[in-house]
């Protein structure tokens, strides 16, 4: 699927196993005898006893992500940018400090065919390192 508009059910189980609230979802699945199909959630719209699975579109995805992280007293940026050769996209958290990079060692960069991939790919390892602190509790 390359215009995908939010996560898939695969990746939003991955999400809610690994304890993102699903308050922070903006929409959801749910199956007929047929086909699955996507809705946009509404407030309370999420009903988990009749077999919806939440989901999160890009912009929630985003939402997720801390414009910055902090780790040893310096400043990591968040950065979202097209692939070189204009078929990809990359998210990263890399050194705000242009000055410092070549000697800082933190650096985490997901890339994806679509940004809605690679933006999944880094709410998954933000969640995995506990840079997200909406998980449940």
Not at 28 to 35: F, G, Q, V
Not at 60 to 71: G, Q, R, S, T, V
Not at 93 to 109: A, E, G, L, S, T
Request: aromatic letters at 14%; hydrophobic letters at 40%.
């Amino acid at each position: 699927m390359k215009n995908k508009i939010c996560t898939d059910i695969k990746q939003s189980r991955k999400l809610i196993e690994l304890g993102l609230d699903v308050k922070t979802a903006d929409m959801y699945w749910w199956a007929t005898s047929l086909r699955y199909y996507i809705e946009a959630m509404d407030d309370g719209d999420f009903n988990e006893a009749e077999g919806h699975i939440p989901a999160w579109s890009l912009s929630a995805l985003l939402n997720l992500m801390p414009p910055y992280l902090f780790e040893f007293e310096r400043g990591i940026d968040l950065n979202i940018y097209p692939d070189l050769n204009g078929k990809g996209w990359h998210c990263s958290y890399m050194p705000n400090n242009i000055y410092n990079m070549p000697k800082d060692k933190f650096r985490q960069i997901t890339s994806n065919d679509n940004l809605l991939d690679a933006a999944y790919e880094m709410v998954v390892w933000l969640l995995e390192n506990n840079y997200i602190n909406n998980k449940k509790l």
